[in-house]
């Protein structure tokens, strides 16, 4: 995904304080008109649940294939989001999907 193409979509950008995120890192995205915040130090509950989906798709998808390039590591991931929103079963939600299929039946029938 190129920034440039999608950053009109991102309010956003809420990160952690490692020393891997340079001002530069920080820069583009504000040059995008992306708000960057940074979570409070020492403060590891603040990102669960960005931690939560890295460990969901890590242990369900991808410690189960080799990744041979980024096109491949995309069509696997978008597989998986489908998967992940429309099939896979969440138990926050009492065991449905974020996503549910849509309804097939005429509206004049009675059920």
Request: glycine letters at 4%; proline letters at 7%.
């Amino acid at each position: 995904m190129d920034l440039a193409e999608h950053a009109h979509r991102f309010r956003f950008l809420i990160r952690d304080r490692d020393a891997k995120f340079t001002t530069a890192f920080d820069a583009v995205f504000a040059a995008a008109g992306t708000e960057v915040i940074k979570i409070p130090p020492r403060s590891p509950k603040t990102n669960t649940y960005a931690e939560r989906w890295v460990r969901t798709v890590r242990t369900e998808c991808l410690d189960w294939l080799l990744i041979w390039n980024h096109r491949h590591l995309q069509r696997v991931l978008t597989a998986y989001l489908q998967h992940y929103n429309t099939g896979r079963p969440h138990r926050g939600i009492n065991l449905d999907v974020p996503v549910p299929a849509p309804q097939t039946g005429s509206a004049g029938q009675p059920a």
